[in-house]
């Protein structure tokens, strides 16, 4: 067994974020200039955090976001930031590039609740879950790889830093808890577990690596916290 720590941010704020736009996948922006704010506080936050691996979407807004937070960390020399396309956001369809209150609306006339609505030639819970359940494979796998030689007498856990998407991290939570059984430490308010992550919020999980011959699962997972913000109105103030 290998002690783990997955931590998961969103990326900073977009103008398409301030506009209440749906970007999905087709709509590439940057960050705008409060989501570069956005993303120092959150790299000063996790400064002192050892991470020892970092992966990240595909996309502009999370490849700045994640430069940004490694930037900021005392403890980022040698950590090679692995770019995969799996972490990419939701596709919204055919709504993609429009106000998300269309998306509201076509959920409200399709009697279905905004998150869990699938826009034409979007992608459902389902295929997400598929996809993240595919990088959490690879990503164990990766681990497995670099770090079979540990065990848990060592005093420093793994750590993955992973930069993703607003809409992928709330299906990640739902799959991590409804798929794997992941439990909520005492301090999570269960009500708002499934609720939208703001810009540059942390979702953390702790969890033990099973390594098995040449395969590798996890077990005991706990969620620390969901969508921890707390830096952001520190530092924004």
């Not at 011959?213 to 997972?221: I, K």
């Amino acid at each position: 067994m290998i002690p783990c720590i997955l931590t998961l941010v969103r990326h900073g704020e977009t103008q398409f974020n301030r506009d209440g736009m749906l970007q999905g996948q087709s709509i590439d922006s940057p960050l705008s200039e409060i989501g570069e704010r956005q993303s120092e506080a959150a790299g000063i936050y996790l400064r002192d955090v050892k991470f020892t691996n970092a992966f990240v979407s595909d996309m502009q807004r999370a490849r700045q976001t994640a430069e940004i937070i490694l930037k900021n960390n005392n403890n980022s020399a040698g950590i090679q930031l692995k770019t995969d396309p799996l972490l990419k956001e939701r596709s919204f369809g055919i709504v993609e590039g429009q106000p998300m209150d269309l998306m509201r609306s076509m959920a409200n006339d399709a009697g279905q609740s905004f998150p869990d609505f699938t826009p034409p030639q979007g992608e459902t819970v389902e295929q997400i879950k598929i996809r993240f359940a595919e990088f959490l494979g690879s990503m164990l796998q990766q681990l497995m790889e670099e770090h079979r030689h540990q065990d848990g007498t060592q005093n420093t856990p793994i750590h993955v830093l992973v930069v993703t998407h607003g809409a992928y991290m709330r299906v990640v939570v739902r799959y991590m808890v409804e798929d794997l059984h992941c439990s909520f430490h005492s301090g999570v308010d269960k009500s708002h577990a499934y609720s939208a992550c703001p810009n540059t919020g942390l979702i953390r999980f702790i969890f033990n690596m099973k390594c098995c011959n040449e395969s590798a699962a996890p077990s005991d997972l706990q969620c620390l916290f969901v969508n921890q913000a707390d830096h952001i109105t520190k530092e924004l103030q």
